[in-house]
């Protein structure tokens, strides 16, 4: 059974960096492209990017390239995001997915929460 | 970057009625993504590849178009099938969602 399973969330004061994890399971996490959406509270999915199996290759929507950086380590079946500079427009809920053939999130994690809150 | 541009954002359907979900997009794109969505839980794969249908959906839905109409049909609504749905398309580099349309039961 494929299993992806974030953390590393929580309450971030503004201008501070915070990294998550996604761990995954139950597939050969080095065949696959791997990616981060976010879903601020009450609103629509934001893609924030993606990376190819041997990190080689990695796609970030425009506005968040700066401010966030997709790794992964195939070792330890695990996705990260580094996030910095966070503000309150970041506040979200991050979920992890795997990636299918046309860029489809074919799994879905069941998501952490991330507040930037004084 | 291409934007997906979906239609209604919210709409209501009695069981039984046929509901029709549109996503039009900026550019033409090769395929469209669905996602069913309810509250407080991770998006699922609905449909994919514009008219393929995800493990476990079923066969009231379709989704069909091109270019850059897309559009997911429900025959028969069910009391099951109120929940959001986001379209998504992949035009390398770049991944888009469109902004969801709201499905409650009347």
């Known amino acids: 059974e494929v299993k992806l399973v974030e953390s590393g969330g929580g309450l971030v004061q503004p201008g501070r960096s915070l990294k998550l994890s996604c761990a995954a399971s139950g597939f050969s996490f080095n065949d696959y492209w791997m990616g981060w959406v976010r879903q601020a509270p009450g609103k629509g999915l934001e893609w924030i990017g993606e990376i190819n199996q041997d990190s080689s290759t990695i796609n970030y929507t425009p506005s968040l390239k700066e401010k966030f950086t997709i790794s992964r380590d195939n070792a330890q079946n695990t996705l990260y995001l580094q996030m910095s500079k966070l503000g309150s427009e970041d506040t979200a809920i991050y979920y992890c997915g795997r990636l299918a053939y046309y860029g489809r999130f074919e799994y879905w994690g069941q998501g952490v929460m991330v507040t930037v809150s004084s | 970057e291409i934007v ?14 046929k509901v029709t979900i549109t996503c039009r997009a900026s550019s033409s794109v090769s395929y469209m993504h669905w996602y069913q969505q309810k509250p407080g839980a991770s998006p699922k794969p609905w449909i994919y590849e514009t008219s393929k249908l995800a493990s476990g959906v079923p066969d009231r839905f379709s989704g ?6 897309y559009s997911l049909t429900i025959n028969n609504m069910e009391a099951e099938d109120a929940a959001t749905y986001y379209c998504q398309q992949w035009n390398y580099p770049s991944i888009t969602f469109g902004a969801g349309t709201k499905l409650e039961l009347k």
């Open chain 2, 4 to 17: 997906l541009t979906q239609s209604p954002t919210t709409m209501t359907a009695s069981p039984g009625e």
């Open chain 2, 64 to 69: 069909s178009g091109s270019g850059t109409s």
